[in-house]
């Protein structure tokens, strides 16, 4: 009889936990989408419906809550009928509760691409900030010096496609894109002001054949790390987004499974394959 309750206890946390999954699955994802083709004047359309109008190149959008799951992208020059072939298209398939970039850029061999960057919304150090570089341009590699007051950072050899992130103290910076061997500058400095607990991601966009090289800055906000250690609940509070329940419920279960493991603790134990 104990069994029994036990195993009913067990199915019921379990369908517990896979509702909240099943509710965090169907919610929606944070999208900022950065336009970075130089020169190029675009409508977004997104599952076949205009979503930006008239979008500036080297321009981002707030952040966008669009449903998780799949979806279709097509970029189109301002003005040009829905029913065109686009410039770029994709689909895309993005998850709940996460933050993207949706980076319209020119690839290794100066063709448009679509490319969805997952950012990263991990707390940051006290005291910090995060630097993301992500060469969304075409061909040779570069480096990038950003340089402060507080502190140096050197992104060394990136090629096309290729990211890089690190965590400096907040403060008065200037960012120099240089060639991969660091002799030369192929963009004009650029001053960044970076404040505690946020990201900035730096992209390197544009074609050095075409002479259109450029850097876009996209701040995002994160979470600093807390200075103390709080104590909690005794390891018993449900997680952030968990119904109370649930967190109360799994620790009832975790009781009566380690109660039967008492009990049944004289039995022989039988292995089977899983």
Known sequence: MRK?????????????????????????????????LPKFTADVYVDGKLALDGFKPETTTQPLQIPAGGHHVAIRE?????????????TVRLDAATNYSLVAHYDAK???ELSVYRNDLSPVPAGRCRVVVRNAATPPPVSLSVKGQADDAVFADLSSGQDDQKIVPPGKYTVRVLSASQSRGMVAPQT??????????????GSSPQG????????????SAPKGVPTGNGG????????????ALGAVTAI???????????????????
């Open 110 to 112: 100066g063709q448009p």
């Open 78 to 90: 301002v003005g040009a009928a829905p029913t065109s072939k686009p410039a770029l298209a994709g």
């Open 256 to 274: 009566l499974l380690v109660g039967s493991g008492f009990m049944l603790a004289r039995r022989p134990r039988r292995w089977t394959a899983g």
């Open 236 to 247: 018993f509070a449900a997680p952030s987004g968990m119904p109370a329940w649930a967190g």
């Open 4 to 36: 029994v309750a036990l195993l009913l206890m067990s199915l019921v946390s379990i369908l517990g936990m896979s509702s909240v999954v099943a509710s965090a699955q169907t919610g929606n994802a944070t999208v900022t989408i950065v336009h970075a």
């Open 192 to 205: 960044l002001n970076v404040n505690e607990g946020t990201s900035y991601l730096l992209y390197v966009i």
């Open 212 to 223: 259109t090289l450029n850097l876009m800055v996209q701040p995002l906000r994160v979470r």
